[in-house]
């Protein structure tokens, strides 16, 4: 695992957005696996920009998202369907038929979720997954005691989830309390993950992740089973890391640091 600590949200954003664009670069028609949450509004920011400014081109690229809320509709401002829509697809060049979002109001979600799979695996697998993490250490909505072999399917959100989640609805019983998500299983599959985390309020969820067991209890600890893995932090969220000496050591000697 690698950790980059930044000084702020700002050029956590930028440095993921570095990444992003280095992957394109290298390989113009990636299959990106994206995340939604307040994290990565500042990397998708970032990317628009580098889209506008920098001629950045989307036209060959593939998404995937990680996860929707059962029974919200694409055009409700809460589902992940219209975030990605407003905070990012509306501004690049990805084209519609490329764009892959779990459905929340499919009526079959069995099917539907084994479709979701063989569909990452026909457009050959991610190249380059996105996560943010939740205050418990959930990735995706892979909550804890999520299988860590789990595949696509339906979670039941946990208590913290909805409530840390309710910010975005106007009462805590708007929140739905099941989602379609990927599997931690799913995640794992791809070549490379980038987990962005900021603030204080990830700082325990980060550290467990990254030093604390591997756990279904917490969801992210099952990238350390991954071989390319890169966590991007803010300083707030590294704050409760025991070997960020050494992180930051190994930092200040990479050479092509984003
Ligand atoms: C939700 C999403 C996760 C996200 C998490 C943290 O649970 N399903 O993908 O990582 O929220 O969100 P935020 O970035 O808003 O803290």
Same mark, same amino acid.
């Given at each position: 695992m690698e950790i980059l600590v930044k000084d702020?949200?700002? %050029?956590?954003? =930028?440095?993921a957005a570095k990444l992003v664009a280095r992957t394109l670069n290298a390989k113009p028609n990636a299959v990106l696996g994206l995340a939604t949450g307040a994290t990565p509004l500042g990397l998708y920011r970032e990317l628009v920009r580098m889209h506008k400014d920098e001629g950045l081109d989307f036209s060959q690229v593939t998404t995937f998202n990680l996860d929707e809320y059962v029974g919200l509709t694409r055009n409700h401002p809460q589902s992940y369907h219209y975030f990605m829509h407003e905070n990012f697809f509306k501004h690049v060049n990805i084209p519609k038929q490329n764009i892959y979002i779990p459905s929340g109001t499919t009526d079959n979600y069995a099917a539907f979720c084994q479709w979701y799979e063989q569909r990452i695996h026909e457009c050959g697998g991610i190249d380059l997954q996105l996560l943010g993490i939740g205050s418990d250490g959930h990735i995706a909505f892979n909550e804890p005691a999520s299988s860590l072999g789990s595949r696509t399917r339906i979670k039941t959100l946990a208590r913290t989830t909805i409530q840390d989640n309710a910010r975005f609805f106007d009462t805590l019983d %708007?929140?739905?309390?099941y989602a379609i998500t990927m599997g931690v299983g799913t995640i794992l599959e791809a070549r490379k993950i980038l987990l962005l985390a900021n603030g204080r309020p990830k700082a325990a969820a980060v550290a467990a992740a990254v030093? *604390?067991?591997?756990?279904c209890m917490v969801t992210a600890s &099952?990238? %350390?089973?991954?071989?390319?893995?890169?966590? =991007?932090?803010?300083?707030?969220? &590294? *704050? %409760?890391?025991?070997?960020?000496?050494?992180y930051q050591w190994i930092q200040e000697k990479m050479v092509d640091a984003p």
């Open positions: 702020n949200y700002e %050029q956590m954003s =930028v440095a %708007q929140v739905p309390i030093e *604390g067991p591997v756990t &099952a990238l %350390q089973l991954h071989r390319d893995v890169l966590f =991007v932090v803010d300083r707030e969220a &590294a *704050g %409760q890391l025991k070997m960020l000496d050494y």
